[in-house]
């Protein structure tokens, strides 16, 4: 499976940016799509999964009614609407894919494929 991510750039506190990852190759093979985030000298951490059968959604807390992930199958597409945009959600925005089951989908090592990674600056 190969992920590319696309749409981040420089946006004012307040705004908003779409970021959209795009699956190619045994895309039949995936459970889940997640968003990831690694700003400068911190660790890459979870921002939202969404999972392949029923769409349901987990978002970290930081992000809850700011963000909203979803996906379009037929497309092999999963989106990252980022609202309300804070200077601390400046970061690189990587997509991820599992095909894994019955996993939470929160952690890195649940994740078997990652997109080459997308820069999100928010100014303040």
């Known amino acids: 499976v190969q992920l590319q991510a696309s749409g981040g750039g420089l946006v004012q506190a307040g705004g908003s940016l779409r970021l959209s990852c795009a699956a190619s190759?045994?895309?039949?093979?995936?459970?889940?799509l997640g968003w990831f985030r690694q700003a400068p000298g911190k660790e890459r951490e979870f921002v939202a999964n969404i999972k392949r059968i029923g769409a349901s959604t987990y978002y970290t807390d930081s992000v809850k009614g700011r963000f909203t992930i979803s996906s379009n199958n037929a497309e092999n597409t999963v989106y990252l609407q980022m609202n309300s945009l804070k200077p601390e959600d400046t970061a690189v925005y990587y997509c991820?894919?599992?095909?894994?089951?019955?996993?939470?989908?929160?952690?890195?090592?649940?994740?078997?494929?990652w997109g080459q990674g997308t820069q999100v600056t928010v100014s303040s």
């Open positions: 991820a894919a599992s095909s894994s089951w019955l996993s939470s989908y929160r952690n890195r090592h649940e994740y078997d494929y």
């Open positions: 190759g045994r895309t039949f093979s995936i459970n889940a």
